[in-house]
Every structure is written in structure tokens, then in C-alpha cells.
């Protein structure tokens, strides 16, 4: 999962994917990380949390990082949050770019219509509830699509 900060959004969309992979036992390992590096080392914005916590959901010791091109290797999928994110995995992936494993999480939701999940940073509470309903939606759609054994 991944978005700019690594503060906001994809720490939501690893804690939310992660719970609901832990809750079908699928053993699956979500990660997420940030195309900019400048909240390496923070815990997740504290709204991110509320909203987590509020959900059953902790999410209080993720520590952002910034994605790498190793990641491209390690992870089977690669879930960006914007179209911005999209194009700055692709840069920072160089060589080890893979298209076939990367796409908008919203895309699983809304098929080749490319929407963003916006960014809530700048807003109030309630846009973090907003990317909640839509990380939770997505993400039941993943379990459903690849969660079948
Ligand atoms: P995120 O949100 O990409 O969802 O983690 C942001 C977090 C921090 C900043 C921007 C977006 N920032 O400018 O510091």
C-alpha cells in the first residue's frame, strides 16, 4: 500500500487489508510505505489511528517509510492511493518497475476509471472516515479476488 506521506492513507489501507486477510486466515503480509521520505520513522497521523482504532483496528505502531525499488521485488501487488503516487513508484522502481503488479487501489473498486484516493491531510476528521469506507470496500474486493484457495 502506498501513498506520499505514509502517515495518512496507506497506513489505514495496510492495517485494514491486514485485518481482514488475519480474519479469512489467508496468512497474508501487508506492508505500506510512502513515496516521499519526510515522515520516515513517524507513527500514522493521529486521525488515521482514530479512525483505525474506532474500526478495531491498530494501527499505532507502524513507523513510515519510504518505498524503495526493492519492493517491487518483494510484494506480489503494489496498491498506490493516487495517480501522483502511481507515477513516483514507477521512478523510484526504475528497472525493477512492474506495471502487471501495480494499480489504484480504488481501480478494484471502480474498474479502469483511475480514481484517486484523496488525500485527507489537509481536510477535517471526516475525510479520514470518507478514505476508510472506500480502503474497507476495496479491500474486501482483493480478499474476494485473490483470497480464494
Ligand atoms: P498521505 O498524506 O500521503 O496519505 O500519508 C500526506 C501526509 C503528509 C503530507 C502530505 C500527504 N505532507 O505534505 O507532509
Known amino acids: ?15 485494514i487489508l491486514q485485518s481482514k486477510a488475519d480474519a479469512a486466515n489467508l496468512g497474508w503480509t501487508v506492508h505500506s510505505a510512502g513515496t516521499a521520505g519526510y515522515h520516515t520513522g513517524e507513527p500514522p497521523h493521529h486521525l488515521s ?11 499505532s505502531s507502524h513507523e513510515g517509510r519510504r518505498f524503495t525499488a ?20 514507477k521512478k523510484i522502481a526504475r528497472d525493477k518497475w512492474a506495471e502487471h503488479k501495480t494499480n489504484l487501489i480504488l481501480n ?18 471526516e475525510g479520514y472516515h470518507q478514505v476508510y469506507d472506500m480502503l474497507s470496500k ?3 474486493l482483493i480478499i474476494e479476488k485473490y483470497g480464494r484457495r
Do not use: F
Open 1 to 15: 500500500m502506498v501513498c506520499l506521506g505514509n502517515i495518512c492513507r496507506s497506513p489505514l489501507a495496510e492495517g
Open 49 to 59: 489511528q482514530k479512525v483505525a482504532k474506532l474500526n478495531g483496528i491498530n494501527i
Open 70 to 89: 526493492a519492493d517491487m521485488d518483494t510484494y506480489d501487488l503494489i496498491y498506490v492511493m493516487d495517480a501522483q503516487n502511481y507515477q513516483d513508484v
Open 108 to 125: 478494484e473498486l471502480h474498474p479502469g476509471e483511475n480514481r484517486g484516493v484523496p488525500d485527507p491531510w489537509y481536510g477535517t476528521e
Open 138 to 140: 476495496a479491500s474486501d
